[in-house]
């Protein structure tokens, strides 16, 4: 059979995709990075179709009958309707929403079955497309009107995000290369503002990343203070740097795991965010590769380490301020069980009410957090 020259493409991603650890956004951006000759539709067809027949892989191998090439995985993805299968009984449930059993077994057992095979179910579709606006270089309303004729709405939530009903090349817009805007989705944004913190207080960014949640909360501060991003990959910390310049925050200090000052910040924060490193359960649509990753160990050891990272994260902060707890999973262990061994652990009290959100049709990911005060 003749292939068109996206769908070449599209095998040699597959293949490639299934012996190496990147996360499949960043693998397919490094891929396009290194093959100039295809267009944005080229892109598009490659990126939808590895994304749709990574979240549907179980069911499609089981449809397929056996261990079959991804040429006729695809063959039968095209004209591919899932539903289809949703009560076939023949076929194990887990198999029919294509989750892994273990991650089945545990959403069923939080939620009942019901709720747990909806919640799969959204995770199986894409993600819309959410910005943040730069509050200290423009307004929401401003940018809405400059992208009128897109199909684009103000978030019902947070006061700083516009929903895109389609994708849009927004990272090709000058006003993002300008710093007007951020991609964050709308929980995230919402769990970012749990960081309350005011001009001249001190904060730090326990497990900063690229900086994605001091930026949305970094305008409170007008620019008096200072946010420590701190994270133990130098990668990412290189990211959050650039970042920083361009939506023009000045009181940011990036700081490695091992720099000499890190030690003198003990018991002197207002404010520490631990965004916790987690499942990721919450952001299935935009990573389907991540479900196929989980299992009862990995939850178990996450669970560990979010109970170190928190314990060492507690440490910077100062008498009477707070600590906030996030992660982007869906999973009580690490979210209200974490909250509650926390609470019995240490002097804290828990700060008014936890967010909580839950993947949604149209809406914002699933996302936890929680304030909890110092008391001592």
């Known amino acids: 059979m003749q292939y068109t020259f996206p769908e070449v493409h599209l095998f040699q991603v597959l293949r490639r995709f299934e012996?190496?650890?990147?996360p499949l956004d960043l693998f397919?951006?490094?891929y396009f990075q290194a093959h100039k000759a295809l267009g944005s539709k080229d892109r598009q067809l490659i990126a939808e179709a590895t994304y749709g027949m990574t979240r549907w892989s179980l069911l499609l191998d089981h449809v397929s009958e056996g261990v079959p090439s991804w040429e006729k995985r695809y063959t039968i993805f095209r004209n591919f309707q899932p539903e289809n299968y949703l009560y076939v009984n023949t076929i194990p449930l887990h198999t029919r929403i294509s989750f892994p059993q273990e991650l089945f077994a545990h959403l069923v057992k939080q939620y009942g079955k019901e709720k747990a095979i909806h919640l799969c179910q959204i995770c199986n579709t894409q993600a819309s497309l959410t910005v943040r606006i730069n509050p200290a270089k423009t307004t929401r309303e401003a940018l809405l009107e400059e992208w009128n004729e897109h199909p684009v709405s103000p978030t019902s939530h947070s006061p700083f995000g516009i929903q895109c009903k389609k994708r849009i090349p927004l990272t090709s817009f000058p006003t993002f290369k300008e710093g007007l805007f951020e991609i964050q989705d709308e929980a995230s944004q919402l769990v970012a503002l749990y960081v309350k913190a005011q001009p001249g207080d001190l904060?730090?960014?326990y497990c900063a990343g690229s900086g994605g949640k001091t930026l949305a909360f970094a305008h409170q501060m007008e620019g008096k203070g200072?946010?420590?991003?701190?994270?133990v990959r130098r990668g990412v910390l290189d990211q959050a740097k650039k970042r920083l310049k361009r939506a023009g925050i000045q009181n940011g200090q990036v700081i490695h795991d091992t720099h000499p000052h890190l030690a003198t910040l003990r018991r002197k924060m207002d404010w520490v965010l631990v965004d916790a490193p987690c499942t990721g359960t919450g952001t299935l649509r935009r990573n389907?590769?991540?479900k196929w990753k989980f299992s009862n160990a990995l939850l178990n050891r996450l669970v560990g380490e979010q109970r170190l990272i928190f314990e060492k994260a507690l440490s910077y902060v100062k008498p009477k301020g707070a600590i906030v707890y996030a992660t982007c999973s869906m999973l009580r262990?690490?979210?209200?069980d974490q909250l509650h061994r926390f609470?019995?652990?240490?002097?804290l009290k828990l700060e008014g009410d936890p967010f909580v959100s839950l993947p949604s049709y149209e809406g914002m990911d699933g996302f936890f957090a929680a304030t909890l005060r110092k008391v001592e």
């Open 19 to 22: 012996h190496q650890h990147l």
């Open 28 to 30: 397919l951006r490094h």
């Open 203 to 205: 904060v730090l960014d």
């Open 226 to 231: 200072q946010i420590y991003l701190h994270d």
């Open 288 to 290: 389907p590769d991540q």
């Open 333 to 336: 262990e690490e979210n209200e």
């Open 343 to 347: 609470l019995a652990s240490y002097p």
